[in-house]
C-alpha cells in the first residue's frame, strides 16, 4: 500500500507543472437533457470549442453563458479565457506575460474570477481577477504552493503539493485546517452543503483496468468525513451532476453514479478520429450543456 502511495505522490510532483506546461489538449462541448437519474448526454451533439496544437483545459461554468478556461499562447505562457454561448466569442480576462494562470473558477461572491498563478519565480498562489477586468490581487500571501482549490463560505479549500500532498481549508490568516493528506487533484465542493469532496490516494482497489481511487467528503461545519465509493479506473478528475449525483469519465466514455450507490452508470461515448481520453469535465444545467477536455492524437 505504501509503494502504491509512493507512485501516486511522485506522480502528482512530477506531474502537476508538467501537466500544466504540457499542450494537446482541447474542449469539447455536448447536449445534455434531463435530470438526476434521467440525465442524459447526447454523445452525437459532440463538437471541439477549440482545436489548436496548443493547451486548452481545466473549464468552469462561471454563469449560464459564460465559460473560463486556461489557454496557452504559441509562446507557453498560459492565460484565462473567457467563452460566450450567446454570442461564440472568445475573450482574455487576463493577458500576462511575465506569469501563467491555471485552473480559473468563479469565487462564491461572484466578483472574482480565481486562478493558481505561477508567478514568475515559479512559486504557485492564488489570485484573484475581477470580472470588471480590473487588476488582479493575491489571496493568500502566506500559501504556496496551491495546484487545485474550490470554495466554500468565500474561503479556498486548497491542494498543496508537498511531501505528502496536502488537503487544507484557510479558515483566517494563518489558520489552515489540515482535512487530510495524500490526496489527488480533484477537489469539488458538494453543491448545497458544506461537503468538500475529493480523490484520495490512500486504499485504492488495485484493478486491471488502473487503480479506483476513494471519494471522500469533509464535511466543514461539522467535521464528519464520509466516502461515496470508488472512482472510475484510472481516472483522476470528478465533478458533481447535482447534490445527489457525481460525473467522471474514463477514456472516452462518460459515467454517472448517485453519490450512495457503488456502481458508476455508462452515459454514452464521444466518437472521435482526431481526440481521445476525456481528462476534465464541466456541466451547466442551465445551458444544458457537458464540457470535456480531450486530449488530441
Known amino acids: 500500500m505504501n509503494k502504491i502511495i ?3 505522490s511522485i506522480f502528482f510532483a512530477m ?3 508538467t501537466t500544466l506546461a504540457q499542450g494537446g489538449f482541447d474542449i469539447w462541448m455536448l447536449d445534455t437533457k434531463g435530470k ?10 459532440a463538437k471541439p470549442l477549440t482545436n489548436r ?10 454563469n449560464d453563458f459564460q465559460l473560463v478556461f486556461s489557454a496557452a499562447d504559441e509562446n507557453g505562457n498560459h492565460d484565462i479565457i473567457v467563452y460566450n454561448f450567446k454570442t461564440e466569442k472568445f475573450t482574455n480576462l487576463s493577458k500576462t506575460a511575465d506569469r501563467s494562470e491555471f485552473s480559473p473558477t468563479l469565487t462564491d461572491c461572484g466578483l472574482y474570477v480565481s486562478a493558481v498563478v505561477m508567478e514568475p519565480d515559479s512559486t504557485q498562489r492564488l489570485w484573484l481577477y475581477p470580472t470588471n477586468f480590473g487588476e488582479p490581487e493575491l489571496l493568500y500571501d502566506d500559501i504556496a504552493p496551491v495546484g487545485y482549490y ?6 479556498a479549500a486548497m491542494f498543496i503539493l508537498g511531501d505528502p500532498n496536502k488537503l487544507v481549508y484557510a479558515r483566517g490568516k494563518g489558520d489552515l485546517l489540515e482535512i487530510d493528506n495524500h490526496i489527488g487533484r480533484a477537489i469539488k465542493r458538494r453543491p448545497k452543503t458544506s461537503q468538500i469532496s475529493y480523490l484520495s490516494m490512500k486504499s485504492p482497489n488495485e484493478t486491471e483496468h488502473g487503480l479506483e481511487l476513494p471519494i471522500r467528503t469533509y464535511d466543514l461545519l461539522n467535521g464528519k468525513t464520509e466516502v461515496l465509493g470508488f472512482g472510475l479506473a484510472g481516472a483522476l478528475d470528478f465533478i458533481w451532476q447535482d447534490h445527489h449525483y457525481l460525473l467522471m469519465a474514463q477514456g472516452n466514455n462518460i459515467y454517472h453514479k448517485k453519490s450512495n450507490h457503488s456502481e458508476w452508470e455508462f452515459l454514452g461515448t464521444i466518437q472521435s478520429d482526431s481526440h481521445q481520453n476525456i481528462t476534465r469535465i464541466a456541466y451547466s444545467p442551465d445551458l444544458k450543456k457537458l464540457v470535456v477536455v480531450m486530449q488530441r492524437k
Open 53 to 62: 496544437p496548443e493547451y486548452d483545459n481545466q473549464p468552469n461554468f462561471i
Open 150 to 155: 474550490d470554495w466554500y463560505d468565500n474561503k
Open 6 to 8: 509512493l507512485a501516486l
Open 36 to 45: 438526476g437519474r434521467k440525465f442524459k448526454v447526447l454523445p452525437e451533439t
Open 15 to 17: 506531474g502537476l507543472q
